[in-house]
């Protein structure tokens, strides 16, 4: 028998988990203890059946190694049987929700902090994912909480470091340790959802694209899907091979910062299709020759066509957005007769729809679009869809865009960011907008006169479990919508997001400037909050 060593340990404050898994500074996670303290907490409070099996992986960021190895040896301590992880530390958050499926994990820790930027001085995470592949729900990241403000002792055994760049199987201790191929058993899937056959004819008649993987870790998965199953040329995958510091950038994939992708797009030697993901492989942008798609138009437009793809072809049971996502989808789900679900911030509210059959495809503003395949959200696998709804209907980006709108109407849509405010002055604009939601029916503002003012609260339609405080919805007499919520992903300080939108009906203005478009919106974000007064700001930092 191996010897499990017990380590004492004493809590560290501030280890809750935010909308997704536990993020701090790398500096914070390099004290002694304060990685194992999380860990073991959830350890402590998931109590794996003796043998289970764990999968690990990560984005690829500095301190992925350091933790992976600790990590290894106290699943050994812990009871686990076997650990799947990813060559080179690395699996993508979709591919590692795709491996627990596939080989009934228990669950696994993804350790990653997203978009976030990466390196000594920057960003590290965790995050646990249950066994239907998907984030912790609230009532297990609760319970983790609670354990790290009590947590005294944690567990590991004594055991060299498993050689991560070398697949094969390992021992440590009891415990069996799989290094295994990141990219074959996600690509394989790609593979039986989509028609590669008709991509790679479009691909063989000249459509070409652009996939910035902005140096993180969907590199691997993108030269291995694109390049060498879908034939796409040499060199369309740029950014391809995961640094630990993102080559210092930050790996989200938006028009700040794939502003080069977005320039390429609306230049004269653009591709059909420009498309990049953030540092974990789940978010995704999608650019045209000449036209960028918002996440809240993508979600509408992929759920659209989705039954294009051979798995979607006759089933699609419903649509699901969070709450922030503009009304876009909403119109696509009333037109084809199927519900549409409106959830909190946070891919975990969609678990409990996806594995009831509830929805099909979901989708956020943030960037994240995903279906029923796995638990998380997946960026190669938008831009998969896209390509294969492009390929079959031989259609460009714009046309289909234009095409949508004309049948839809268009939600012109903005999210306004106020980054690194200090904490209080955002609680305390968002007390004063709460303290103020009864007065405003009625209110008017410009020309737009308040209908409804709330604080989004959400019953979960499977479980009923209640997740109040999700956002404040400002709604106006004439369809508009203004949203209030402090982000929940932020390492520092804190981010106010201010989501505006407004709609134009099939005959109205499709082809207007989004900015020009929620004049009036952005007006009343600021008479109604007073943004500047309680941050000093007086625009915002990041527009997308
Ligand atoms: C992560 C989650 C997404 C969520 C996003 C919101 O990326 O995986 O599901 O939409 O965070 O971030 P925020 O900073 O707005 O809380
Ligand atoms: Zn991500």
């Not at 004290?31 to 409070?45: C, H, L, M, T």
Request: net charge negative; aromatic share 8%; glycine share 10%.
């Amino acid at each position: 028998m191996t010897k499990i060593l017990t380590v004492p340990t004493t809590p560290f404050e501030g280890q809750a988990p935010g909308t997704s898994g536990l993020r701090k500074k790398v500096k914070i996670f390099q004290q002694p203890g304060y990685a194992e303290n999380f860990i073991q907490s959830v350890f402590d409070v998931v109590k794996p059946e003796s043998g289970a099996v764990l999968v690990i992986g990560g984005d690829g960021r500095f301190h992925n190694r350091t933790v992976i190895q600790q990590a290894i040896r106290m699943a050994a301590a812990n009871g686990y049987g076997r650990v799947l992880v990813g060559q080179g530390g690395i699996l993508s958050t979709p591919a590692a929700s795709h491996v627990i499926r596939k080989y009934g994990a228990s669950g696994g820790l993804i350790l990653s902090a997203s978009h976030n930027p990466g390196g000594p001085e920057e960003d590290f995470g965790i995050k646990y994912n249950i066994g239907n592949g998907g984030p912790a729900p609230e009532n297990v990241t609760d319970a983790v909480l609670a354990r790290t403000k009590v947590i005294d002792r944690w567990l590991t055994v004594e055991a060299p470091d498993v050689d991560l760049d070398e697949q094969g199987r390992a021992h440590v201790g009891e415990m069996i340790v799989d290094v295994i191929d990141p990219v074959r058993d996600y690509a394989d899937l790609m593979e039986e959802l989509f028609d590669f056959d008709a991509i790679r004819k479009a691909v063989a008649s000249g459509f070409t694209m652009r996939m910035d993987s902005m140096s993180a870790v969907t590199g691997p998965y993108a030269h291995e899907i694109l390049e060498k199953r879908l034939g796409f040329a040499a060199g369309t995958v740029v950014n391809g091979t995961p640094l630990e510091d993102f080559g210092g950038h930050h790996p989200d994939p938006n028009l700040i910062h794939a502003r080069e992708l977005y320039d390429l797009m609306m230049s004269d030697d653009a591709p059909d299709l420009g498309a990049a993901s953030d540092g974990d492989g789940d978010r995704n942008l999608i650019i045209g020759r000449g036209r960028f798609i918002t996440p809240s138009d993508s979600l509408a437009m992929l759920a659209a066509n989705i039954q294009i793809a051979p798995a979607y072809r006759g089933r699609l049971a419903g649509i699901a957005r969070s709450m922030p996502t503009s009304g876009a989808a909403d119109r696509v789900a009333q037109e084809l007769d199927v519900p549409l679900y409106e959830t909190p911030t946070g891919w975990k509210f969609f678990g409990n729809l996806l594995d009831a059959g509830k929805v099909t495809i979901c989708g956020e503003e943030s960037a994240g679009t995903g279906s029923d395949h796995v638990r998380e959200k997946d960026g190669l696998w938008a831009v998969l869809l896209w390509l294969n709804i492009l390929a079959v209907r031989g259609i460009s980006v714009d046309d289909l865009a234009r095409e949508h709108w004309a049948r839809f109407g268009r939600n012109y849509y903005a999210r306004h960011d106020y980054e690194g405010i200090a904490t209080e002055s955002a609680n305390a604009l968002m007390k004063e907008l709460t303290a103020k939601l009864s007065s405003l029916p009625g209110a008017t503002l410009g020309p737009l006169t308040v209908r409804e003012a709330d604080s989004f609260s959400y019953t979960d339609p499977v479980d009923e479990s209640v997740s109040a405080n999700q956002g404040i919805r400002v709604l106006f007499e004439d369809g508009s919508r203004i949203v209030f919520r402090l982000s929940g992903t932020g390492t520092q300080g804190a981010t106010l997001r201010v989501y505006l939108e407004r709609f134009e009906p099939r005959f109205g203005h499709l082809d207007a400037e989004t900015a020009a478009m929620l004049e009036h919106q952005v007006a009343a974000a600021e008479a109604i909050a007073g943004i500047a007064r309680h941050t000093g700001r007086s625009a915002p930092d990041v527009i997308t």
